[in-house]
């Protein structure tokens, strides 16, 4: 265990609930044991990696827009790497709202530049 603790003293003055507590809080995801066995699938795939296969995905379909049949449904492009805990049918979530109109920002705006 971390920090020269074992688990049999847990529970005393050497090793408390809370002592445990934060060190299983405050681990490293790559190296921690609890977060591997929570997360089976996906512990593995921090943000390099996942800029690894964002640039593997562009490279890729570089590659195939460069070919003769680019675009022409016998050639479909390159199917994205999959990456675990990421849903590739699933389109990325989008803040999606109704913006205000001109008269009513510049409204707020003078409304700001007034309290100030």
Sequence with gaps: ??????????GTV???????WV?????HPNTSAVHRARNPDTW?????????ASMLDELRWLKWSKTKNAGKASNPPPEPVVRPGVDPKKPAQMRVGDAMTQEE????????????
């Design 23 to 27: 060190i299983v809080g405050q681990s």
């Design 1 to 10: 265990m971390a920090a020269g603790r074992h688990i049999d003293q847990l």
């Design 44 to 52: 593995m795939w921090g943000l390099p990696e996942m800029l690894a």
């Design 14 to 20: 050497d090793l408390s609930w809370r002592d445990l």
């Design 105 to 116: 920002f510049d409204r707020r705006y003078a409304a700001k530049l007034a309290s100030n």
